[in-house]
């Protein structure tokens, strides 16, 4: 089975220097369609030596960079989220073939790409720094001025969209960057680095090295001049690479990932919250780092509010991303047996399997909608991130014991309250650890809002304003005012 429309090339080379380039080591590894298992296409391996060109290739363009007038900068930027929308149809083919999405749901990814372009290229000629009222003998003031080369390491549940994200701050900040995608779905960022190309950047400001995290990803990391570190993925990943950045006093901007709570009290309008619990947790097949995967419900509404998220779950159809179903494939046959394996340790530890937990008789890596109830704080899909279509559900009766099951867990990126009291909707996201509180919603239009985790879902925000952070430093200017003149002779 095919995407309509879209001739996938036998390789992809990496993007260095405005060029695609062949891999230093000659090496390519397969792009597996999640729908069929089957290859459709290769990937090149970047090596350190490649690596090592990109990093040098961007510290110079970076030079220049920074240079080039803010608004000139903007207006390049801008002119990329232009061309995602020109091209936003085959991104989003292209999305959904590598990722497995449905189709719908990588044309909004790509929408949300454009915007980060476009919303970011509006702060270029903005990032102004402070006078300090430094008494009558010092004038002083700050200057936000770039780290020079970002490198960002990206995951495989939302390449495109988290490329976007990533590097359109990074560069009205004054950067230039060099992006690794995660192998398994590189090819939107690779078409995203020809779009910078050809919007104008000067060559050199983006750059793409292909490969495998532990080598080429490593490499990256690990490189002495590279100036800020940008990830998202899993905590064990983000850990290694803090300790690698340690080694060069490199800061991290770090994205982990949650194990996010959602509350439900007796009073809130059921049918909204079963509509916003499935779509919190089966978009993207569960592969979202803010999706509500532990349901928190008041044990007087909890029959009635599972009947509707089971009868939604049942309806849902299951395919390829090109048929644009309600769920597609998980990305690969790793993360397929590790979904597997959270399943079966859930029904092993005890808890209800309300519907769900098989995986369909087809060729791909496909998990039904599934949803467990009767978890407790100690099962291992109670604590662990699964990155999977399954919701774990709790009961509770008083509010403080809500609380306490929702701040039980290691993470701290997302929650949600759902309730129409306005005092205990206040209460709540101020007890709440987490970056991101929701009442009432899940997700949101979300460009402007800052994005991030508390405890170990990370480590700065992505996102808004704030991930301008990310990208700047801060430099102090003192400037004496004592008049050398006046103790000089004859002054
Ligand atoms: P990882 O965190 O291992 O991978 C994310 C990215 O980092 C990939 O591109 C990976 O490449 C790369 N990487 C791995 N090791 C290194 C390294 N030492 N230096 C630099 N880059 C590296 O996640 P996984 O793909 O293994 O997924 C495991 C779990 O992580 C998921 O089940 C989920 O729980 C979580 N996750 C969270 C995400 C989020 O949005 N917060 C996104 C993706 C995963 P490679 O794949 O070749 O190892």
Known sequence: ???????????????????????????????????????????????????????????????????????????????????????????????????????????????????????YAGAADKLEGRSVPAGPDQVDFTVREPYGVSAQVTPWNFPGNLFARGVAPALVAGNAVVVKPAPQTALSTLSLAELCTEAGLPDGVVNVVTGPGDSTGEALVSHPDVDTITFTGSVDTGQRIMKEAAETVTPVTLELGGKNPAIVFPDADLDAVADHITTAIFTNAGQVCSAADRLLVHETVHDELLDRIVAIAERYDIGPGWSDPDLGPLVSEAHFHRVREYIESGRNEGATLLTGGEAPERPGYFVEPTVFTDVTPAMRIAQEEIFGPVLSVFRFTEEQEAIELANGVDYGLTAGVFTNNLARAHRLTRTLEAGTVYVNTWFGDTTQTPFGGYKQSGIGREKGLEALDSYLQTKNIAIGLEDETDSLPGA
């Open 1 to 119: 089975m095919n995407h309509p429309d879209i001739d996938f090339e036998d390789e992809y080379d990496l993007h260095i220097e405005g060029e695609f380039i062949s891999p230093e080591g000659g090496e390519y590894q397969p792009a597996v369609d999640p729908a069929t298992g089957g290859p459709f296409t290769s990937v090149a391996v970047g090596t350190p030596a490649d690596i090592d060109r990109a990093v040098s290739v961007a510290r110079t363009a970076a030079a220049q960079w920074r240079d080039v007038p803010a608004a000139e900068r903007g207006r390049l930027v801008h002119r990329v989220g232009e061309l995602i929308d020109s091209h936003a149809e085959e991104l989003a083919a292209i999305e959904s073939k590598d990722q497995g999405k449905p189709l719908s749901q990588a044309r909004s990814d790509v929408a949300g790409a454009q915007r980060y372009f476009e919303y």
